[in-house]
């Protein structure tokens, strides 16, 4: 199942100019929620996590504004890392291996109190756990590290300072509003005269 998803994404992905790929649908017809997903890849420089979040809220799509990703269900993480992982193989950078990118989530206003920058509730998280080696258990609380960088080891998260030298941020978009035109009240009314009019009419021509 995830291969056939990576798979689909690279051909959603296409040939997209490595600096931002083609925004790619999590339709809910495959059990997602129509949103939108954007890689973007600061070329060659680091980007910090405010400046991302600033440039991906002035982003749009669809008359839809973005904002920093957002990965609230176990799911949700599987379709981004099949997305990131396109993009990744894609992009030229360290030969198509950094796959390293800023979400949106801070804690910089209380420490170990974690928050979706776009309101959503942080109920879901996939911190790195500890283990041997590099890096330690996530998220570690260090001085200044308030920021949520996805795929830090595999697939799982680490906090990072603002300026924690990454290149590349995810940008998501919401589903746009189903337009419900409403009927105008007179419209059916008219409907049902016309067929008043036109059984009159029948009634007419067969009494002739």
């Given at each position: ?11 959603a992905?296409?040939?997209?100019a490595?600096?931002a ?10 059990g ?16 910090t996590?405010t ?31 099949a ?51 590099w ?22 998260w ?15 978009y ?35």
């Open positions: 199942m995830k291969k056939s998803m990576i798979a689909g994404a690279i051909l992905l296409g040939l997209a490595p600096a790929a083609a925004p790619v649908q999590w339709k809910a017809e495959d997602g929620n129509d949103h939108w997903y954007e890689v973007v890849w600061n070329v060659g420089q680091n980007i996590w400046s991302a979040n600033a440039a991906a809220t002035s982003s749009t799509l669809n008359g839809m504004s973005g904002y920093l990703a957002t990965v609230t269900s176990a799911a949700e993480q599987l379709f981004l890392n997305v990131n992982a396109a993009f990744t193989a894609s992009s030229p950078f360290h030969g198509g291996t950094y796959t390293t990118a800023w979400l949106g989530a801070t804690d910089r206003n209380s420490e170990g109190n974690w928050v979706w920058q776009n309101g959503e509730a942080f109920t879901y998280s996939n911190w790195y756990a500890e283990g041997w080696g890096p330690v258990e996530q998220p570690n609380g260090w001085i200044f590290q308030n920021y949520l960088a996805g795929w830090e080891t595999g697939d799982k680490g906090d990072r300072a603002n300026n924690g030298g990454l290149q590349k941020y995810v940008v998501e919401d589903a746009p509003p189903v337009s419900n035109v409403p009927v105008p009240a007179s419209l059916p009314l008219a409907a049902a005269g016309f067929g008043i009019f036109g059984l009159i009419a029948r009634r007419r021509r067969k009494a002739a």
